[in-house]
Nanobody, 104 residues
Framework: VQLQASGGGLVQAGGSLRLSCVSSKNTFDINYMAWYRQTPGTARELVAGDAVKGRFTFSRDNRKNTVYLQMNDLTPEDTAVYYC?????????WGKGTLVTVSS
C-alpha cells in the first residue's frame, strides 16, 4: 500500500486546513486508516482515524481511495508533520508526511 499525503502548509492561528491522503489500494478494502503527527524529538502521536475521534475530523471517500483530516481552529501547537497510516493485513503503511505550520 502506497500513501500520498498532501494539503499541508502555512496557516495562521485560528485557521483551517484539510489534509488528503490517496491510497494505491482501494480504501474500501483497508480496515483501518488514520492520521498521526510528529514533531522533532517526539514520538508519533495519533490524531484521528477510523473509530478514533479527536479534535480534528477524519473522513473517508472510498470512491476516491482517499482519506481526509479536517483541521479547524489551529494553534501553533498543532505544527508538525502529519502522516497518513493504513493498517492492512497486520502491517502498517505510512506516507511521507505533509508539513503543517501554524503561525501565531
Amino acid at each position: 500500500v502506497q500513501l500520498q499525503a498532501s494539503g499541508g502548509g502555512l496557516v495562521q492561528a485560528g485557521g483551517s486546513l484539510r489534509l488528503s491522503c490517496v491510497s494505491s489500494k482501494n480504501t474500501f478494502d483497508i480496515n483501518y486508516m488514520a492520521w498521526y503527527r510528529q514533531t522533532p524529538g517526539t514520538a508519533r502521536e495519533l490524531v484521528a482515524g477510523d473509530a478514533v475521534k479527536g479534535r480534528f475530523t477524519f473522513s473517508r471517500d472510498n470512491r476516491k481511495n482517499t482519506v481526509y483530516l479536517q483541521m479547524n481552529d489551529l494553534t501553533p501547537e498543532d505544527t508538525a508533520v502529519y502522516y497518513c497510516c493504513a493498517r492492512d493485513r497486520g502491517s502498517d503503511y505510512w506516507g511521507k508526511g505533509t508539513l503543517v505550520t501554524v503561525s501565531s
